[in-house]
């Protein structure tokens, strides 16, 4: 069976430009280079990264709010990158949602919940009012904002910060998607708020069937969500595999320091320093070799000479390293 | 004598809607040289106790009672003249958003030699010094001080900002949330070197964060707030290991781990209260599994359950983490 | 899917007048805590009270060959116009033997008709300039920022004076021309610097997603968001309008029968107003008028600033 979701070879250049003398020169942002994934039906997959990795980019090229520079995306065998109007988006709009990482901004002050949550349903020509008030009663329910009747009505200041996030959730779901983006939904929310946001989105995959692209720079809540893990290195796909592959037997340089440098909440725990050099730089017309290789603590001489690595399949997972395997 | 000594300290903010109850009847000591975790959700009044200890409170905040003893001085007392001294020189504070308290327009180094010599009364050659010596014990190259904010990183900008709060050589060091902003690589470093700094000036750190797995290796004490109270305090050890109070365990078992076996996460039903109209008796009591008739009427007593080990709630846990 | 309502709810109109009630009341508070804003209105609604009694002083106890702000003259006082204040004259009569106060509360009318039809169009215009050049940028951003470059520049009472010769300048033209001109120069600056604050905001994102066009997305979420701060340039619009017809009927430059400016103008062409203070009543109720007015907006605009900017709110 073909993936839900195929992603090859997806680019994203973004042009910043600089004036070098009276030349003008175009240089370029390699915010997403060359990444290919595929996500399953019912799968959870996950995005990890640092700021600047292009993980967001990833996802807002996924959902069409951004254009990739080159490559394909492929929805349920159908290849939706040169979508840009008429009733094929309109269908792709209906089957591809995201859910934004700040419920404070994500949501129109001057919307109510009705409003917001409706809106979708109005733009996929669902006129009938009685029906729009009658299912997003229904994806309130779902989404644990009960009885809705006391939420329906409400702006979102009048809201605490978990509950926008369910009210944004339910706005991404209630056109029943069959794919929906996931930026960081829980970063901004307090600690005893997530656990309750994270099991509801892990709900909502049973009951509605959805599949997510779950971006996140907290290892810790990908490891809690994702059925399975792809790395990302300035723009780089470094790592991939089932999740509780990549974490406990990390392969690559970069991927083994972002998990050596996540805080350990034991007090009795002395967690070494993790093995990597430098500051990040971004990703303006990068050289070919391997983009860790400036702060590589391992690299070698086929590491500076040789281009990127592609992703080789080792053991259960895919990496992008000449040297795993060898050590 | 402890170096900090903070005893009932109550404060409030007037709204147009009432007051506020930021911060109640907070009691804690930091000795000298020690590292000191505090632990708390966003609005638990843990940023509001820490500009109550410079006095950089807004102006609508009104301190209703209690006492912040620095050395023995009672700094709610203190003339604002003489408080200015205590700011830098005493107790400094690392902001939570460093990041942008860096002014664009100076060069780093010279903000920095600023402060010192508006605070030490010492010539610009000896500042420079001293700034090029700070920079090296943050981690950051000495030629960096002459080069403009915009021209760091962010992990920089923050290096430089706790360079800034160790100009002085202040007695004690307020972290509030430093970094929160960051990634985890920078992170590590940053705390790596403030955990080093600390060691070899032997200042006193008040680390302030909602993470609980950084305040587990940063602090040597603990205390946890919730909703204006301080609701569990002790050795950051035996909380973590004998977690006494239903709010400190539940935002334990509310991390997902990278370490150990997957576990469920146990999310807090409900949400933090309004802090307008604190709810009667413990202010824990809506979101409590264990809250009986007692909690909902009256505020429990803060009181040891074992040595050094404080927590305030009318049934304390024993042993119930592992 | 069975499309039945498992709640039942108030019908949704009954539930968005509550609801805009509510949000009016809580606007309504703060717009009278900022103490400047009420007294605008105050001043406004005295305003809106002479233009209302004049019609009828005209009907009761005005003679209108005597009072008519046009074509009136009180033949008691031949020769001796322009009179001073008396008992019949609380202002007194013009050089050509009119009254004053009839001639003021007359004006007030067509003072309002044209603050009010001006602001509304430039700020119809400004918003929806504003709000498409934010959301679309490039190219049509580009033209309408030339235009208002151009528009800023433009020296507005020459133009009028050409203009003038080539057609018939009434009140209604007037409004028109003034509002059409001024919707297209710095407010839509303003304006869409306020959309551009909206259009990165991720909601505009997630209603893209949802598959709003770009007209839904303008007409729902961004005009709404900047409508407030447009409210606000439609007082201060009124100000600049008025001040400007003034100053254009001073000069004599407007097909206008009666208003503010053209009393003053006739003041002016019959030469009194060299010697300063002697006929006061000449020039100081229209004088006085015209500043309270545009003041009156002024204050109203500073009054609804605390609730378009939150940060002028006190806590």
Redesign the interface.
């Known amino acids: 069976m073909s993936p839900l979701v195929a992603v090859d070879s997806l680019t994203k250049l973004f042009p910043v430009k600089r004036r070098v003398f009276a030349l003008r020169v175009r240089h370029y942002v390699h915010a997403v280079d060359g990444v290919s994934f595929a996500v399953e039906e019912g799968e959870i997959f996950g995005l990890v990264g640092?700021?600047g990795c292009g993980k967001t980019t990833t996802g807002?090229l996924l959902?069409k709010?951004l254009e990739p520079t080159s490559g394909r995306i492929v929805l349920e065998g159908q290849d939706i990158t040169r979508l840009r109007r008429g009733p094929a988006?309109?269908a792709f709009?209906?089957k591809?949602?995201?859910i934004?990482?700040?419920p404070y901004?994500?949501?129109?002050?001057?919307?109510?919940v009705f409003d917001t949550i409706a809106?979708?349903l109005w733009?996929?020509g669902v006129r009938?009012?009685?029906?729009r008030?009658?299912?997003v009663?229904?994806i309130l329910a779902q989404v644990g904002l009960t009885?809705?009747?006391t939420f329906?009505?409400r702006y979102p200041h009048e809201l605490?910060g978990?509950?926008r996030q369910r009210v944004?959730i339910a706005?991404?779901m209630v056109?029943h998607p069959k794919f929906v983006v996931a930026d960081e939904p829980t970063s901004m929310l307090?600690?005893?708020?997530?656990?309750?946001i994270?099991?509801l989105l892990l709900g909502l995959r049973q009951e509605l069937g959805v599949s997510y692209l779950y971006i996140t720079?907290?290892?810790?809540?990908a490891?809690?969500m994702c059925d399975r893990l792809a790395v990302m290195y300035l723009g780089k796909i470094v790592e991939v595999g089932p999740t509780?592959e990549v974490?406990q037997n990390p392969l690559h340089p970069y991927t083994q320091?972002?998990?050596?440098?996540?805080?350990?909440?034991?007090?009795?725990y002395t967690?070494a320093?993790?093995e990597?050099k430098g500051?990040?730089v971004a990703a303006v017309n990068p050289p070919p070799q391997c983009r860790f290789l400036p702060r590589c603590p391992r690299a070698q001489d086929l590491c500076r000479t040789a281009p990127h690595p592609p992703l080789v399949e080792h053991r259960d997972h895919g990496v992008a390293c000449y040297l795993a395997g060898h050590g | 004598m402890p170096l900090l000594d903070v005893r009932e300290l109550t404060l409030h903010y007037a709204t147009k809607m009432g007051d506020v109850h930021a911060v109640d009847g907070v009691t804690f000591a930091i000795e000298p040289g020690e590292a000191l975790g505090l632990v708390g959700e966003s609005g638990c009044g843990k940023t509001s106790l820490a500009l109550a200890l410079l006095r950089l409170l807004p102006d609508n905040a009104k301190v209703l009672g209690g006492q912040i003893l620095f050395e023995g001085v009672d700094l709610l007392r203190l003339p604002e003249n003489e408080m200015r001294r205590v700011r830098w020189r005493g107790i400094s504070m690392i902001f939570q958003a460093a990041m942008n308290s860096l002014n664009p327009v100076y060069r780093v180094g010279d903000q920095i030699i600023e402060a010192m010599q508006t605070h030490l009364n010492i010539s610009y050659a000896e500042a420079r010094r001293r700034v090029a010596h700070l920079f090296d014990l943050v981690g950051l190259a000495p030629e960096l001080m002459d080069r403009y904010p915009h021209e760091y990183s962010g992990g920089m900008k923050q290096r430089a900002v706790i360079a800034m709060a160790l100009a002085c050589d202040p007695k004690l060091v307020i972290a509030d949330e430093p970094t929160t902003a960051l990634d985890v690589i920078v992170q590590d470093r940053i705390l790596r070197r403030i955990e080093e700094v600390r060691r070899q000036l032997n200042m006193a750190l008040l680390y302030i964060s909602h993470d609980i797995a950084v305040i587990a290796e940063v602090s040597r004490r603990l205390g946890v707030m919730y909703a204006g109270n301080l609701v569990e305090f002790g050795d950051t050890v035996a909380i973590f290991q004998r977690p006494a109070h239903p709010y400190t365990l539940a935002l334990m078992s509310a991390f997902p781990s990278l370490k150990g076996e997957k576990r469920r996460l146990r999310g807090l039903p409900g949400e933090p209260p309004d802090l307008l109209r604190p709810p009667p008796g413990c202010r824990f009591h809506p979101r409590c599994a264990l809250a009986t008739e007692v909690c909902r009427t009256q505020a429990p007593p803060y009181a040891e359950v074992e040595p050094g080990h404080c927590v305030a709630c009318w049934h304390p846990q024993h042993r119930r983490c592992a | 899917m069975a499309v039945e309502s498992r709640v039942r709810l108030e019908p949704l109109w009954r539930v968005r007048a509550r609801l805009f009630l509510r949000s009016f009341r809580r606007n309504w508070a703060l717009f009278w805590e900022s103490r400047i804003g009420p007294l605008g209105l105050g001043i406004i609604l005295l305003f809106v009270l002479m233009m209302v009694a004049h019609p009828i002083l005209m009907a009761t106890v005005w003679d209108p060959r005597v009072y008519d702000p046009i074509v009136g003259f009180d033949p008691d006082l031949v020769g001796k116009h322009p009179a001073p204040p008396s008992p019949a004259h609380p202002l007194g009569t013009d050089p050509i033997g009119r009254d004053v106060l009839s001639q003021l509360m007359w004006s007030t009318r067509s003072e309002f008709a044209l603050g009010v039809t001006a602001a509304l169009i430039t700020v119809t215009i400004g918003t929806l300039i504003g709000a498409v050049c934010a959301y679309f940028g490039g190219i049509v951003d580009a033209i309408f920022m030339r235009i208002a470059d151009l528009v800023m520049l433009f020296p507005f009472i020459a133009l009028l004076m050409v203009l003038r010769s080539v057609i018939h300048l009434d009140l209604v033209r007037l409004a028109l021309v003034m509002g059409v001109f001024s919707g297209f120069g710095g407010i839509t600056l303003t304006l869409k610097a306020q959309a551009l604050t909206v259009k990165v905001k991720p909601y505009i994102e997630a209603a893209k997603v949802a598959g709003g066009s770009a007209f839904h997305i303008i007409r729902r979420h961004i005009i709404p968001n900047i409508l407030p701060l447009s409210f606000l340039y439609m007082m201060f619009s009124v100000t600049g309008a008025v001040f400007t017809e003034a100053v254009l009927s001073y000069f004599g430059l407007l097909d206008i029968r009666m208003s503010w400016g053209i009393m003053i103008h006739t003041a002016e062409s019959a030469g009194y107003l060299g010697a300063f203070g002697q006929y006061w009543w000449l020039w100081a109720p229209p004088g006085v008028a015209i500043t309270l007015l545009c003041f009156a907006f002024y204050l109203v605009g500073r009054g609804l600033e605390t609730l378009v900017n939150p940060r002028l709110r006190k806590r």
């Open positions: 640092e700021s807002k959902v709010l988006l309109r709009r209906r591809v949602q995201m934004f990482q700040d901004e994500s949501l129109n002050p001057r919307f109510t809106e979708p733009i996929h009938s009012l009685a029906e008030e009658a299912r009663a229904e009885p809705p009747e329906m009505f605490s978990g509950q944004a706005r991404a056109v307090d600690v005893s708020i997530r656990a309750g994270m099991d720079h907290d290892l810790a809540v490891r809690y509780e974490l320091a972002l998990i050596a440098a996540v805080p350990v909440p034991d007090p009795t967690r320093p993790p990597i500051d990040v």
